[in-house]
């Protein structure tokens, strides 16, 4: 029952039309330039994120989980109430840092679901949970391109829409059943130590560490891409003021795919801890993967710990990108290049994850030489010719623009989708990622799928 509830509070939560539009709503409707966006405005995510993450995974396990859902409700009202109504762009600086607070927050949708359902379920609450979250996503992305493309409503309309969503997600949260726990009192020092042995223990465990340092590498990745993916729409459009934007079809084909694969993972039985490596050089980077293989490893004391520890490291990583190459106060670079650097990261994912996997292979001994000849050549295959085309970016992705063009952002990626399901993904929150980003970026939603499965 807690379950239930928190998956259709965490469905309508994630049922935000707007937000394939924005980069669109805030260039036309607040007169911000692209670069403004680019490099002073959405940064500023990165940094709210980073800290406010601190006292939110520090707090969210003592605080019994609802009260911290119900603050990111309000932060997500604040955050549209600024889109609508706020001009100018210390306006959308001040709107990205409340949206940092409000997503720092999530975390705590899932350790609530956990901590209310029996260990023997968590696999499948995580497929489920994750599953509720994609087709939220894919709903209001859906709906947000049908009302663009036929008309029917605006850009600026679709945040109303949003802010309603927000609203009533608010209240559902405040009928979420509290769940209490007896503690037993401690001081400041106490609770540290607390802390810092709950930490020891769960990294001590060898398959929750090896998939956390995974899990933070790929979700930096995730957010560079998803945070700057709209101002490189509007980079690469076509010089129409007439020209239609594919924003949302990208987004709902991208997360209808992924919703189905996150939830049939719930019904998959994989040895993660022998294979892990392998997976990983072909998937190289999925959060619903991670999820499946320390759902089963974690107390449920230590959920919002680990997982805010690992989001920390990932937002740390992302924050160095960030301060370096597209901060207005570092090297600045332009939209295009930050993808270049971007699908050179993934590669050099793919390839470490290639070379732990080749090891791992020769360590699991002669009964596994087939099928692992067979993984590590699609391994190397997949990166090496994503090798290829990182080195070409930027003739192949002139090429691709003018073909993306022509075609539409919204079948190129349905094509590329189409790939990736004959390839086969196992666990896959999303899909495109890994070619999208090397070969131009044109058609992604996130980032989380190593260009070793698609290709």
Request: aromatic share 12%.
């Amino acid at each position: 029952m807690f379950s239930k509830v928190g998956q259709e509070c965490q469905r309508v939560i994630e049922f935000r039309p707007n937000e394939p539009f924005l980069t669109p709503y805030l260039i036309g409707y607040k007169n911000i330039t692209n670069e403004d966006l680019d490099h002073k405005v959405y940064v500023v995510w990165t940094y709210s994120y980073l800290v406010l993450l601190i006292p939110v995974f520090l707090l969210t396990d003592t605080l019994q989980y609802k009260p911290v859902i119900v603050f990111e409700g309000l932060c997500y009202i604040l955050t549209w109430c600024i889109i609508l109504w706020g001009n100018g762009v210390r306006a959308m600086q001040l709107m990205q840092f409340v949206y940092g607070a409000a997503t720092a927050t999530e975390i705590a949708y899932l350790t609530y679901i956990y901590s209310n359902i029996a260990p023997s379920n968590y696999q499948l609450a995580t497929s489920f949970t994750r599953g509720a979250l994609l087709c939220g996503r894919f709903l209001s992305a859906a709906l947000a391109q049908t009302f663009v493309s036929t008309k029917v409503l605006n850009y600026k309309e679709l945040n109303y829409i949003s802010l309603l969503s927000v609203s009533v997600a608010l209240v559902i949260s405040l009928i979420l059943p509290m769940k209490w726990e007896r503690r037993s009192g401690c001081d400041i020092k106490g609770y540290f130590q607390n802390l810092y042995y709950e930490g020891k223990i769960s990294y001590l465990n060898r398959t929750i560490l090896k998939w956390s340092i995974w899990w933070a590498i790929a979700t930096c990745g995730n957010f560079q891409v998803g945070n700057y993916i709209q101002n490189l729409y509007e980079e690469i459009k076509p010089n129409r003021t007439n020209a239609e934007t594919f924003n949302g079809g990208v987004d709902a084909v991208s997360t209808f795919l992924g919703a189905g694969v996150a939830i049939s993972t719930g019904f998959i039985h994989f040895n993660w801890k022998e294979l892990g490596e392998i997976v990983l050089s072909l998937l190289s980077c999925t959060s619903g993967a991670f999820l499946l293989a320390i759902s089963n490893e974690l107390q449920v004391s230590r959920f919002g710990f680990v997982f805010g520890c690992n989001t920390f490291v990932a937002l740390l990583l992302q924050t160095i990108l960030t301060l370096i190459f597209v901060d207005s106060h570092g090297l600045k670079v332009s939209i295009r290049t930050q993808f270049m650097i971007t699908g050179g990261y993934f590669m050099a994912m793919g390839i470490a994850f290639t070379i732990m996997a080749i090891i791992i292979i020769r360590n699991m001994g002669a009964s596994l030489v087939g099928e692992g000849a067979i993984v590590v050549l699609a391994a190397v295959v997949g990166a090496l010719v994503v090798g290829a085309l990182v080195v070409g970016a930027l003739v192949v992705e002139t090429v691709l623009v003018g073909v993306a063009v022509v075609v539409g952002a919204l079948v190129v990626e349905t094509v590329l989708v189409g790939v990736a399901v004959v390839v086969g993904a196992l666990v896959v929150e999303t899909v495109l990622v890994g070619v999208a980003v090397v070969v131009g970026a044109l058609v992604v939603e996130t980032v989380l799928v190593g260009v070793a499965v698609v290709v």
